[in-house]
């Protein structure tokens, strides 16, 4: 009951205010109602001052951060500029891996320390401009982002199942960004 009549009595009031809306006159402009127009148009200005503001700061921000990330693509190009050569040159240092193993197996010491101090001073001169190789080695965990698995095989031991059982090619990285991932037989 107590809510029919608070519900009655919001209804009433409602009534009221409308019956005392439709009596006030339209017709009469009084100078307090000149007076709050006034102030309107000042408010709208004002208004609209603050939106042209806060465009300006907004466009202001929006410049510097631009500035910030070109600054930033240009650093980073630099860094990787070189990265299409080493690439380029990443199977000739392979191809000198391989020879020195093979000529390490050979029994002429003159022969193999030249070739020594050239690959050296390759890998020296590739690592001066950034190059760095994959740490990774047979037994380590796989691991998708820094690996690239070729194929797998039984494995020759229980703690290698899941794991890398080889490193076929090795991998390197510019800085960074992973270049060439290293190629890996994973354990079965």
Do not use: C, W
């Not at 980073?76 to 391989?98: G, I, K, M, S, W």
């Not at 020195?100 to 197996?105: C, E, G, L, R, V």
């Not at 998708?144 to 039984?154: K, L, R």
């Amino acid at each position: 009951m107590s809510t029919e009549n608070t519900d009655k009595e919001i209804l009433e009031n409602e009534n009221e205010l409308a019956n005392q809306t439709e009596e006030t006159p339209t017709d009469e402009v009084t100078p307090e109602v000149e007076a709050a127009e006034e102030l309107t148009v000042e408010q709208k200005l004002e208004e609209d001052l603050a939106k042209e503001k806060d465009k300006h700061l907004r466009l202001f921000a929006e410049f510097e951060n631009y500035k910030k990330r070109t600054s930033k693509e240009r650093i980073e190009l630099f860094r990787t500029a070189n990265q299409e050569v080493l690439q380029a040159l990443l199977p000739v240092l392979d191809d000198f891996d391989r020879a020195m193993a093979q000529i390490s197996k050979s029994e002429d010491e003159v022969l193999l320390k030249g070739v020594e101090l050239i690959h050296e001073k390759l890998k020296s001169t590739l690592v001066s401009k950034g190059l760095d190789e994959v740490e990774i080695k047979a037994g380590d965990a796989f691991d998708a982002d820094f690996a690239e698995a070729i194929t797998q095989i039984p494995a020759p031991s229980a703690d290698l199942k899941g794991k890398i059982v080889d490193v076929i090619e090795k991998g390197y990285k510019l800085g960074d960004k992973i270049i060439r991932f290293p190629k890996v037989i994973l354990g079965q």
